[in-house]
């Protein structure tokens, strides 16, 4: 069914630390996979994403890893700062008459100082 | 480029009484979506337009809601008449030219419902 679900609700960090943060997906039609960061009282705003030909993707201080074979996706923020505590979402494009972007239901990051 | 604007950022009004909330996508997008979020069902597509037409309006709870874009720069999404479970927040996005890429965000209207 089209379903996007995350593993951890909170993920707790210590600032200067790395991040990983999962996100499981049920519908091997998905095409697509994009990371939201939502700051508290913000619109959602695209960090990353990756198709489905593609196995990992790197930005700035993120990377994006796609496991095809077990429908994961993992979203992994280098040197985590401050900035960085918001809730992410992972979200995917299902393939077919219409494509839609589902979101999942979202982890919070906290950075702990 | 402002990006996507919405308004009004809050609203608050009682059961029964008509909502409209507004939107103003990034010029040159083809594609705007409606969503809502919530913390039981977090974010929900409502509805979505290509080039101002309908395209997928599966996401409406019920005939209580509606969506209109009227031009390609101005959409609206009214609940009337709307209930205490109404209250979320509501975001608009737009996208360049397609459904599968990545989507620009307002900063979404509060709506409380009492």
């Known amino acids: 069914g089209e379903s996007v679900g995350l593993h951890l609700p909170t993920l707790s960090v210590q600032e200067g630390d790395n991040s990983i943060i999962n996100c499981a997906y049920s519908?091997?039609?998905?095409?697509?996979f994009i990371w939201y960061k939502q700051e508290s009282g913000k619109g959602p705003q695209f960090i990353i994403d990756i198709r489905s030909n593609m196995d990992k993707r790197q930005g700035q201080r993120v990377t994006v890893l796609l496991n095809k074979t077990v429908k994961h996706l993992s979203l992994q923020i280098a040197a985590t700062q401050p900035g960085d505590s918001a809730v992410y979402f992972c979200a995917e494009n299902i393939r077919n008459r219409d494509d839609k972007i589902i979101f999942g239901k979202g982890t919070r990051l906290h950075i702990l100082p | 480029d402002a990006g996507v604007i919405q308004s009004p950022r809050h609203e608050v009004t009682e059961m029964g009484q008509e909502v409209t909330l507004r939107c103003k996508p990034i010029?040159?997008?083809?594609?705007l979506f409606w969503y809502r979020q919530t913390m039981m069902r977090g974010l929900e597509l409502l509805i979505y337009f290509n080039n101002n037409v309908p395209i997928d309006d599966s996401g409406m709870p019920e005939d209580r809601f509606s969506a209109k874009m009227p031009n390609a720069s101005f959409s609206t999404l009214k609940i009337q008449p709307s209930e205490p479970r109404d209250s979320a927040v509501y975001f608009c996005?737009?996208?360049?030219?397609?459904?599968?890429?990545?989507?620009?965000f307002g900063s979404g209207t509060q709506l409380s419902v009492l």
């Open positions: 010029s040159g997008h083809d594609y």
């Open positions: 996005a737009s996208s360049l030219r397609k459904t599968n890429e990545k989507l620009f």
């Open positions: 519908n091997s039609a998905s095409d697509y």
